[in-house]
């Protein structure tokens, strides 16, 4: 695992973005994959809980410690899992966890999340190995998106300044008008809705206000979110998967001794 995104249950006013599963205490560390289902697919996440923590993997590796199966992962979805995994009934999980005898340099960044709008999903708790993170290999970020396609790029400067609540004027200026030279016939839906969001915020660059968003304002975060940044994201992790293939070679680890 290369970083994580940590959730805090069991207590909504320290995290309101963890989920609302009701999982007990956990009093012995486990890692295990599970399934989940989103739009009528599955797909696997891979996740360690102690106590009434819960770390969702990232990014990372995932293979055969002969070195026979070897992938790379971006983003809560793990990819390419043996058959054995994907079509078992049952949760895999294991007690078994290795750890670094030294801890390794890592940088604090926000959250993997999709519903940025929550008080907590500011906090600044996603862990990202600064080794991988210097050499490109992380999962795209929702909050410092940057595309060739300008609404991907504004979808996540929107998303961002009702997370922080703030915003940033500089960026705010370069994208407006490349924005607003696009006319509305040529726009889908979730463009518009991007479009009309970043009007919204230049209109209050000088001006003290409230980001905390109404009901109908958080529905349609969640939309520019899903319907447009989603996709986005997961072609650039799909990309750089491809090259973390290439640069990292799985190699045997003698993890107990054997000949």
Same mark, same amino acid.
């Given at each position: 695992?290369?970083?994580?995104?940590?959730?805090?249950?069991?207590? $909504?006013?320290?995290?309101?973005?963890? @989920?609302? #599963?009701?999982?007990?205490?956990?009093?012995?560390? =486990?890692?295990?994959?599970?399934?989940?289902? &989103?739009?009528? &697919?599955?797909?696997?996440?891979?996740?360690?809980?102690?106590? /009434?923590?819960?770390?969702?993997?990232?990014?990372?590796?995932?293979?055969? %410690? @002969?070195?026979?199966?070897?992938?790379?992962?971006?983003? #809560?979805?793990?990819?390419?899992?043996?058959?054995?995994?994907?079509?078992?009934?049952?949760?895999?999980?294991?007690? =078994?966890?290795?750890? !670094?005898?030294?801890?390794?340099?890592?940088?604090?960044?926000?959250?993997?999340?999709?519903?940025?709008?929550?008080?907590?999903?500011?906090?600044?708790?996603?862990?990202?190995?600064?080794? /991988?993170?210097?050499?490109?290999?992380?999962?795209?970020?929702?909050?410092?998106?940057? #595309?060739?396609?300008?609404?991907?790029?504004?979808?996540?400067? %929107?998303?961002?300044?009702?997370? /922080?609540?703030?915003?940033?004027?500089?960026?705010?200026?370069?994208?407006?008008?490349? =924005?607003?030279?696009?006319?509305?016939?040529?726009?889908?839906? %979730?463009?518009?809705?991007?479009?009309? /969001?970043? =009007?919204?915020?230049?209109? $209050?660059?000088?001006?003290?206000?409230?980001?905390?968003?109404? &009901?109908?304002?958080? +529905?349609?975060?969640?939309?520019?979110?899903?319907?447009?940044?989603?996709?986005?994201?997961?072609?650039?992790?799909?990309?750089?998967? +491809?090259?973390?293939?290439?640069?990292?070679? !799985?190699?045997?680890? @003698?993890?107990?001794?054997?000949?």
């Amino acid at each position: 695992m290369t970083s994580f995104s940590c959730f805090i249950h069991n207590n $909504h006013q320290i995290d309101n973005c963890a @989920d609302l #599963s009701k999982a007990g205490h956990q009093e012995k560390a =486990v890692a295990f994959i599970r399934r989940k289902t &989103k739009l009528g &697919k599955d797909y696997f996440e891979l996740t360690y809980r102690f106590g /009434y923590v819960e770390l969702l993997a990232t990014s990372g590796f995932f293979g055969s %410690v @002969d070195g026979t199966f070897f992938c790379p992962f971006l983003g #809560s979805s793990v990819q390419e899992l043996p058959v054995a995994i994907t079509k078992s009934f049952q949760t895999i999980s294991t007690n =078994v966890i290795f750890i !670094a005898i030294e801890q390794k340099e890592y940088i604090c960044k926000n959250r993997i999340i999709n519903q940025y709008y929550k008080l907590n999903a500011k906090n600044n708790w996603g862990f990202y190995s600064k080794r /991988y993170e210097d050499n490109g290999f992380s999962p795209a970020n929702p909050l410092s998106f940057e #595309s060739r396609h300008i609404m991907h790029s504004a979808a996540s400067l %929107v998303i961002k300044s009702f997370a /922080y609540q703030e915003i940033q004027q500089k960026k705010m200026n370069g994208l407006l008008l490349k =924005v607003l030279a696009q006319q509305d016939l040529s726009l889908n839906s %979730v463009s518009k809705l991007i479009k009309k /969001y970043l =009007v919204f915020l230049n209109q $209050h660059l000088n001006s003290s206000f409230s980001l905390s968003p109404p &009901k109908e304002t958080k +529905k349609e975060l969640i939309e520019v979110y899903n319907n447009s940044l989603v996709s986005a994201l997961k072609s650039s992790n799909i990309k750089h998967i +491809k090259l973390a293939k290439k640069r990292y070679a !799985a190699t045997k680890i @003698d993890l107990f001794g054997e000949e």
